[in-house]
């Protein structure tokens, strides 16, 4: 399985992005798929998940009511929609897949976003 990230870039405070995810195939081993975020200097940090089978969501306080994991299993794609984008929110945006919501061995190449105040 294969992950291809998408959808980053540059945006001003306030602003919206929709980032995609496309995996080449959905297994029962990578039922999770799960946003990630890495800003600069700091460590890669739970943004949100979403199972293909139930489409059951998980989100990080600092990103709840602002973002929406949905999936589109027709298209093995998973999408995070992000609205009032803060300048925190910048970094580079990764796309995992794994059979659970603690386990992820499959990653994108991720996509960055960039948010100016």
């Known amino acids: 399985v294969q992950l291809q990230a998408s959808g980053g870039g540059l945006v001003q405070a306030g602003g919206s992005l929709r980032l995609s995810c496309a995996a080449s195939?959905?297994?029962?081993?990578?039922?999770?798929m799960g946003w990630f975020r890495q800003a600069p200097g700091k460590e890669r940090e739970f943004v949100a998940t979403?199972?293909?089978?139930?489409?059951?969501?998980n989100y990080a306080d600092s990103v709840k009511g602002r973002f929406t994991i949905s999936r589109d299993n027709g298209k093995n794609t998973v999408y995070l929609q992000m609205n009032n984008l803060k300048p925190e929110d910048t970094g580079v945006y990764y796309c995992a897949a794994g059979p659970t919501s603690k386990v992820f061995n499959l990653w994108g190449q991720g996509t960055l976003v960039t948010v100016s105040s």
């Open positions: 979403i199972t293909w089978s139930g489409g059951s969501q």
């Open positions: 195939r959905r297994t029962f081993s990578s039922d999770v």
